[in-house]
């Protein structure tokens, strides 16, 4: 179906202006006068409708009637023309409706809540704030990509199923593909008869291949989807998320928080210099100021600070926590934020956590109490990235597992790497869609994926 899309239209209007052209898309809006009807088209390549215009005396009514409806579909041909209020638009001379939408279409107002167009994620990609997400979300990740390969990574394509539990956290979705109501005296008697021969799930996290995978190429990232089945009905959590996880080989915590925040920068730069519609769109109707805030970011050096210090920082502020602080706990979310918005203003790197709540691959620093491990909290959203240096060493990495119960058969080749020829390595993951809401100003982790996948919603 030969047609120019409405972009390229707006991009190169000075070709196109006066001429013949046919552009497609969906009906946004429609009103007419005596004379004449104006339909607001847009196609999904950009932001911005075309304009159709059409002669109500030279159309066919039972068409333009069809093409007035909100949500329909059409192909029209005609001349683009300039415009004083639209820069251009088109007489229409053709028109072709492809698909009639009826008035029980559920984006016929011009704006809905976020909590509305969420009951409908199959059409909600019609409305300017979800077409600017996704091209937003299109673009992060192929900044992403440039990222790493103008750096020298190796893109590698782990399982998603898989038998080891990266993070330990009990949060494995299981696969299995026993029927409803099989009956097993043992857990080893079911897994022994199940596809794989044992326990299987999806991946929490493809470090531990991506870090096999980088003690032959040096240098790597994946970038795929990862599966957490925790019960956290919160605004940054969702069961399926996609996750960055660059792993470099030589390659120390201090060498790794550094990539961390130049890679942070490119693609922060690359989105805000390639999607300057959708970031405008964001800075007037999501978070005001928030192409000020990410120039802000990238003019600035991102804070650090050690756990322990962050403990004091805490403990010192006069603040009432609802979850009180002390160290070897966890940082909660109002901690997080209170680091972030009031006391660094900025992105910060809390390292060097207690070893007792983080897990088992993590280096484990001299003091004995902590390990080199750091996330990057951010304003507004907290944490977006885990990062750590990875314990090289086989006997202290046999000892952390064992202190954890696990079972040891099950990560023999993880372990073969700290065997034959081990190095200092570094790493991160990165949640896709939350970096997607601090560079967008999207509050809500269910408003930056197509079809959010949470607790007792799918
Ligand atoms: O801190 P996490 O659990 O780290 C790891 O999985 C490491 N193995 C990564 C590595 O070093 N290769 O998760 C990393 C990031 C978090 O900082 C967060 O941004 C995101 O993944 N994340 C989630 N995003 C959305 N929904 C969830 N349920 C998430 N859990 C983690």
Redesign the pocket.
Known sequence: MKHTDIKKLFAEAEAFVNKSVTVCGWVRTARDSKTVAFVELNDGTCLRNLQLVFDKEKTDAEALKNAMAVGSSLKAEGVLVASDRNGYEMNVETLEVLGVCPSDYPLQKKRHTLEYLRTIPHLRVRARYFEAVFAVRNQLAQSIHHYFSENGYRYVHPPIITGSD??G?G?MFRVTTHPFATEYKTEEEYYANDFFGRKAGLT?????E?EMAAMGLGRIY?FGP?F?A?N?NTT??????W?V???VCFCDIDDIIEIAEDFIKYIVRDVLEKCPEEMEFFNQWVEKGIIEKLQNMLANDFGRIDYTEAIEVLKNCGKEFKYPVEWGVDLQTEHEKYLTDEYFKKPVFVVHYPAAIK?F?MKQNPDGKTVAAT??LVPGIG??????E?EADYDKLVAAMKARNMPLENYTEYLDTRKYGSVPHS?????????LMYITGVQN?RDVLMFPRTVGSM
């Open positions: 990266c993070e956290a949060e929490v996290s493809a470090q531990l991506g994946t990862t957490r925790e956290s940054r959590h969702v069961a399926e998320f996750h996880e660059p792993e897990s691959y996330d990057l944490e977006i990235i885990g990062c750590s990875r790493g991160f993951g990165l949640g896709f869609e939350r970096v982790i």
